[in-house]
């Protein structure tokens, strides 16, 4: 709970980063507050309002909730080709009055974060990105339709340009996000990975050039895409993951359902374990819409 003179500092300290705008403000600021239904009971005090703590009677914050997450099992494709998670029960509820399992995973499986020490000698591990940097505006690109035709695609600075054109420049503090089409195939390990008889992998990421491009003429602090990787799958110097990462920035992989967001206007939740000295980890990744 806030103390008297909190909100107003938080608002301020929003409002200097120029993080929050329209509706990706009141996405985010139906994460901090009471809910809509104990508002409307209670008249909103002036200063609540002001800072954007509170909603007239009748407003919501935001209309739904979209899960970005596919659920995480021993069956989810991975690039070891090896479980990415093992879940060992330990205590049985019949045998010991409750449940709980021991889990042995892998950082980087299932729907999951990257962070910058993934790729560098000295980045942030996980615990050290800080929680304004993992609630940020959500902008996705939509390649269906050349990924379809080429599963080696590679997302282009042309393709992020006609996003601005519709949309505008890319917000500040945002992550971009690749939608190639690939979510659904999930379930489909040899579609999913496109693994080929000479063991490389086919599925579309992001260009180095875009990358490039983001970290020069954007501001712009993580990149998500639906498939294996940041990197496309014949990768094999990872390039991308490699002037991504060290420069700060964070990245999403195996990410689900950007096709119930807008292209526009969403506001990403980054839920992850703040675990020390991780390079990576699963991620529960929520849209507000
Ligand atoms: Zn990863």
């Known amino acids: 709970m806030c103390v008297p003179g909190c909100q107003e500092a938080l608002?301020?300290?929003l409002s200097r980063r120029g993080f929050f705008t329209g509706?990706?403000?009141?996405?985010?600021?139906a994460t901090v507050i009471e809910p809509a239904e104990a508002a409307k009971?209670?008249?909103a005090k002036k200063a609540e309002l002001a800072a954007g703590t509170n909603a007239p009677e009748g407003q919501s914050y935001f209309k739904g909730v979209v899960d970005l997450t596919h659920t995480m099992s021993p069956d989810f494709p991975t690039f070891f080709?090896?479980?990415g998670i093992e879940l060992q029960k330990l205590y049985d509820f019949k045998k010991d009055g409750f449940n709980l399992n021991w889990w042995r995973i892998i950082e980087h499986a299932g729907t999951h974060l990257d962070a910058p020490l993934h790729f560098s000698e000295n980045g942030n591990s996980v615990e050290k990105i800080v929680a304004g940097e993992l609630v940020v505006p959500l902008a996705v690109i939509d390649v269906r339709k050349p990924a379809e035709k080429n599963p080696d695609y590679l997302v282009t600075v042309a393709d992020v340009l006609t996003w601005e054109k519709r949309f505008k420049r890319l917000p500040d503090n945002?992550?971009?996000a690749m939608m190639s089409g690939w979510a659904p195939y999930v379930g489909n390990p040899v579609k999913f990975t496109?693994?080929?008889a000479s063991g490389v992998f086919h599925?579309?990421?992001f260009s180095p050039e875009l990358a490039q491009w983001l970290v020069k003429e954007r501001k712009v602090l993580g990149i998500a895409s639906d498939t294996l990787s940041l990197d496309h799958g014949p990768s094999k110097d990872f390039k991308t993951h490699r002037i991504w990462l060290p420069s700060g920035?964070?990245?999403l992989e195996n990410v689900a359902n950007l096709d119930k967001v807008p292209p526009s206007g969403a506001t990403l939740v980054v839920g992850v374990p703040k675990v020390k000295d991780a390079t990576g980890a699963p991620v529960r990744l929520i849209a507000l819409i």
């Not at 509706?23 to 600021?29: D, V």
């Open 203 to 205: 599925f579309p990421g």
């Open 11 to 13: 608002q301020a300290a």
């Open 249 to 251: 920035r964070w990245g």
């Open 81 to 83: 080709g090896v479980p």
């Open 23 to 29: 509706a990706a403000a009141a996405g985010f600021a």
């Open 41 to 43: 009971k209670k008249p």
């Open 194 to 196: 496109g693994k080929d």
């Open 174 to 176: 945002c992550c971009v």
